[in-house]
């Protein structure tokens, strides 16, 4: 199992971004799926979870609103769809992947970690 973050820059405030994390070695619907983020000097938080098996889906208080998953099965991909986004927002997202099918908030409950994917947000 293998995860591609993909889809950070440097973003305006306001702005509306969308992460993509591509998974390889296995398939969408037997996972449930995390993003988690890194601001700088911060330690890493958890931003939202979905399980696709059954739709549940949590979102960080932070992001609630303004936040949205999604994925697309012939690409074998999840997003991030950010909206109205914040200067404090600006971290190194992580998307995760979880064969348990727990979604919870904990980094440990995650099997497999992409790279990482730095969001700047300018204000």
């Known amino acids: 199992v293998q995860l591609q973050a993909s889809g950070g820059g440097l973003v305006q405030a306001g702005g509306s971004p969308r992460l993509s994390c591509a998974g390889s070695g296995f398939t969408l619907g037997n996972f449930a799926f995390a993003w988690f983020r890194q601001a700088p000097g911060k330690e890493r938080e958890f931003v939202a979870a979905?399980?696709?098996?059954?739709?549940?889906?949590y979102y960080a208080d932070s992001v609630k609103g303004r936040f949205t998953f999604s994925r697309d099965n012939a690409k074998n991909t999840v997003y991030l769809r950010m909206d109205t986004l914040k200067p404090e927002d600006t971290a190194v997202y992580y998307c995760?992947?979880?064969?348990?099918?727990?979604?919870?908030?904990?980094?440990?409950?995650?099997?497999?970690w992409g790279q990482g994917t730095l969001v700047t947000v300018s204000s």
């Open positions: 995760a992947a979880d064969y348990r099918l727990l979604c919870g908030g904990w980094e440990y409950e995650y099997d497999y």
């Open positions: 979905r399980r696709w098996s059954d739709g549940n889906t």
